[in-house]
């Protein structure tokens, strides 16, 4: 296999995000090759890597403001990215984050996207061998298909 590559949906969308992403890219070493991909994960080349998809949450706001909100129309676009992305012979970590255990969103818009988080981290974790809950630090092991 090779160096692990990064995938990063970050949509850049003012000066403080692109600092950011900047610190963030400066903060890895010349062992990771970052890809930029803001969608279309499924479409990118790789075969025989180890590929860290950091993260879900941001990936997804992207479907989110360009399908204006549709929840079903970005569900369906996230589904299919993730089938054509499971397509590849490639070791995947998907980084997500778990909204719906923190305060209740207050509009209509942020209830939704809550909801479509939490529809997409249950697509990718029914597919997945492994599912690893980060709480402060500490995995706990929701889901493991291998034999310890």
Known sequence: MEFPARICGNRQ???EFRQRVRRHQQERDERWTSIEE???IGR???EGR?????????????FF??????????????????VELARQDAVLIIISNE?????????EAGRRFTDLQGWVNQYIAARADTVVFMISGIPLTVKSTTAL
């Not at 180890?50 to 992207?62: A, E, G, M, R, S």
């Not at 719906?100 to 207050?106: C, F, P, T």
């Open 13 to 15: 969308w003012d000066d």
């Open 44 to 46: 990118l080349p790789l």
């Open 50 to 62: 180890v590929v860290v998809i950091d993260c879900v949450t941001l990936w997804i706001t992207n």
């Open 38 to 40: 803001e969608k279309h």
């Open 65 to 82: 403001a360009d399908l204006r909100q549709d929840i079903d129309a970005c569900l369906e676009a996230c589904r299919q990215e993730i």
């Open 99 to 107: 909204i719906g255990m923190g305060m209740h969103a207050d509009t």
